[in-house]
């Protein structure tokens, strides 16, 4: 499982992505109906599929 809180603090790496125009668009369009950035819907998008399947924390109960 990935540490969260410990990733915040390491070294970042940029990665170039080819997506389809189709998907690209669809990103562009859900991330301005949310008024977020599209990095910043990905992200979380990317966060959610990560911590699928993850044990429950200690303070979600």
Do not use: C, Q, Y
């Not at 992505?17 to 990103?27: K, N, R």
């Not at 991330?31 to 303070?59: C, F, M, Q, T």
């Amino acid at each position: 499982m990935i540490d969260l809180d410990r990733v915040r603090f390491e070294p970042n790496r940029t990665i170039g992505v080819a997506l389809p125009v189709s998907l690209f668009d669809e990103i562009e369009h859900r991330a301005k109906l949310e008024l977020a950035s599209k990095s910043g819907w990905v992200r979380r998008l990317i966060l959610n599929e990560l911590n699928k399947g993850a044990a429950p924390s200690k303070d979600a109960a």
